[in-house]
């Protein structure tokens, strides 16, 4: 194993701030972090501000083991689980300052999060996080279902922060062939490589001083997920074929379906990448666990479609009878609040009265079905498999069924679903978001 010695003058061994400056230099100077080294930190020797160096570094921008040694204990490994990132940035983004009360203070301040449509409480804490995130330029990672809404989040805090005249540009990550990723996001020079016919600016390039937003980041290969923690870190990318980095200035919002910290686990994300994303964390709750939300969307997309067709001679405004919105709320939505726009605008174009009825419901709903929906059982197990989420959609399916077949009366539902008692039932419509004052006992 070769080792190479670094030596540091500092001009005291208690000047935190030179500390820090003087050994991250020497860290970034021998290109670390590197995906073939496994660095590690003693803190033993020195002082007691160089070891807090040492500690705040391995938890940020050189993620690294920690040791110390004692004659009693020999060497031993420092663990203690803290992140940056989920432990304190809630607290930090809490404190008020200027900047963010103006961001917050009042809607009108910052009308772009007005799109998100919501009632519950579970998206209302993500959107008030959302507009303080968006006060402060941090890297942003937003995780949900598909059709929860990422997309638009993202947009909301572009459009709100000071990037706003700048572009908003959207990749969905996952439709990008392996090989052509790098090219793809941080471009290329003219011959890089073959079929390289001419030069490419690459999204980080025509995004400059704007947001670039990173759908199913998961899907990216190892080598890009390095190079974009570069391109987080020093702020500047090398286009294929380049000799120099150039600097860019855009704000990364990434966002995946999937549990990224099992990739991590698995090997498939990188660590150090993942705490760089999930500086500012939103987590988007599937429409199925936002009951109180769904009649509101209901509501909001009929009149979007009514607007439309209002535009058109041909089509004519329509309502939902009430039977067709018991359909609607008894369904289990895994395709999210994409899935129910969609449902609603086919619905609308088969119906042929003014009501769209609970069969013309069933019908667009049928359409949009996943082939191995009614075989439950049948489902391929493939990597973003997920149980939970299978069980809780059929769980919440039953129980918004109970509920409309008996008119919103816990005992009756209780008995129909083979529940003892009605606190039974009570619990598990908390649990999955069902819970409200029109509920009777
Ligand atoms: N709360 C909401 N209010 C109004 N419209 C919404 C809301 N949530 C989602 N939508 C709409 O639903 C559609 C899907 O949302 P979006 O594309 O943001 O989801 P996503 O989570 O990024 O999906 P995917 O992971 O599949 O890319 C969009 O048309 C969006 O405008």
Redesign the pocket.
């Given at each position: 194993m070769a080792t190479d010695l670094y030596h540091v003058e500092l001009s005291s061994p208690i000047n935190y701030a030179e500390i820090y400056e003087k050994v991250s230099a020497e860290l970034k100077q021998a290109r670390l972090p590197r995906e073939e080294v496994e660095l590690a930190f003693h803190l033993s020797p020195g002082t007691p501000a160089m070891a807090a160096i040492w500690i705040m570094l391995a938890k940020t921008r050189f993620p690294a083991r920690l040791i110390q040694t004692s004659q009693q204990r020999g060497l031993e490994q420092v663990d203690f689980p803290f992140d940056l990132a989920s432990d304190f940035l809630p607290e930090y983004l809490k404190r008020s300052d200027d900047r963010i009360e103006r961001l917050t203070d009042g809607r009108q301040t910052a009308p772009e999060f007005d799109?998100?449509?919501?009632r519950s409480l579970v998206?209302a804490r993500e959107v008030e996080r959302a507009r303080r995130i968006a006060a402060f330029d941090v890297p942003v990672l937003?995780l949900?279902?598909?059709?929860?809404?990422?997309?638009?989040?993202?947009?909301a805090i572009h459009a709100s922060c000071r990037r706003s005249p700048k572009p908003f540009i959207a990749v969905?990550c996952g439709a990008i062939p392996k090989e052509l990723a790098n090219s793809e996001l941080f471009g290329h020079k003219k011959g890089a490589f073959t079929g390289a016919d001419r030069e490419r600016a690459g999204h980080f390039r025509t995004a400059e001083g704007g947001t670039l937003f990173l759908?199913?980041i998961g899907d990216l290969p190892l080598d890009t997920q390095v190079r974009l923690l570069r391109a987080l870190q020093e702020k500047e990318i090398t286009p294929l074929g380049a000799s120099h980095p150039a600097k860019v200035d855009v704000r990364v919002i990434a966002?995946?379906?999937r549990d990224l910290q099992a990739d991590v686990a698995a090997g498939r994300f990188r660590e150090d990448l993942f705490h760089r994303l999930a500086v500012g964390v939103l987590r988007?709750p599937p429409l199925r666990a936002r009951g109180e939300?769904l009649n509101l969307?209901i509501d909001?997309?009929l009149e979007r479609i009514n607007a439309d067709a209002a535009m058109r001679s041909e089509a004519q405004r329509k309502e939902i009878s009430p039977e067709a919105r018991k359909v609607l709320l008894a369904h289990a939505w895994p395709g999210?609040?994409?899935e129910?726009?969609h449902t609603l605008v086919r619905a609308s174009i088969w119906s042929t009265g003014t009501d769209v009825t609970a069969d013309e419901i069933r019908e667009a709903l049928l359409v949009a079905l996943p082939k191995d929906d009614a075989q439950i059982l049948g489902r391929a197990l493939h990597k973003g498999f997920d149980l939970q989420g299978l069980l809780d959609g059929v769980a919440h399916h039953y129980l918004v069924r109970a509920m409309a077949q008996t008119g919103n009366r816990k005992k009756q539902a209780a008995e129909l679903l083979g529940f003892s008692n009605y606190q039974t039932l009570t619990n598990w419509l908390r649990k999955h978001g069902l819970e409200n004052e029109d509920n009777n006992e």
């Open positions: 799109k998100i449509i919501h998206v937003v949900g279902e598909t059709g929860t809404g990422k997309e638009l989040f993202a947009e969905n759908d199913e966002a995946t379906h988007l939300d969307l909001y997309f999210n609040v994409r129910l726009y």
